[in-house]
């Protein structure tokens, strides 16, 4: 009788340690679901902080470039342009379409593109940074 409990003992601490180590990695692995699944942090959306509503098109400004620099639309896409860059920048049309003005850090600019077409843009403050919209 004694030895059985000494057994049951030893049985129930490793059960109790068992289940503390699978609770460990089950918890851990939650929280990792949790911060991937989180809203405007999947790896395909660039803007992290940002959770754009359903449709909408978020172009990231970072490092002097536009991300993604070409984008295709369909029309009545609201696109909005984020600036990540400590520098300022503007989203401007080449066609005078659409213009942010200048963007401070995490700014944003949002234009509805109904009409299909191509709009190129650049940035006023660096113009060799180019990007363009279709919207097809
Ligand atoms: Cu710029």
């Known amino acids: 009788m004694k030895t059985i409990n000494k057994r049951n003992a030893c049985l129930f601490i490793l059960l109790v340690v068992v289940s503390v180590v699978f609770a460990g990695c089950t918890a851990s692995d939650a929280d990792h679901d949790h911060a991937m699944t989180m809203p405007g942090k999947t790896a395909d959306n660039p803007a992290a902080d940002y959770q754009p509503a359903q449709g909408e098109v978020v172009i990231e400004i970072e ?59 650049f940035c006023a403050l660096h113009p060799h940074m180019k990007a363009i919209i279709t919207v097809k």
């Open 63 to 121: 490092d002097f470039v536009f991300k993604p620099a070409e984008v295709s639309v369909a029309p009545g896409t609201k696109v909005t342009w984020i600036n990540k860059d400590e520098a300022p920048h503007t989203a401007t049309s080449n066609d005078k379409i659409f213009n942010s003005g200048g963007m401070d850090t995490d700014d944003k600019f949002s234009f509805v593109f109904n009409d299909k077409g191509e709009y190129p843009y």
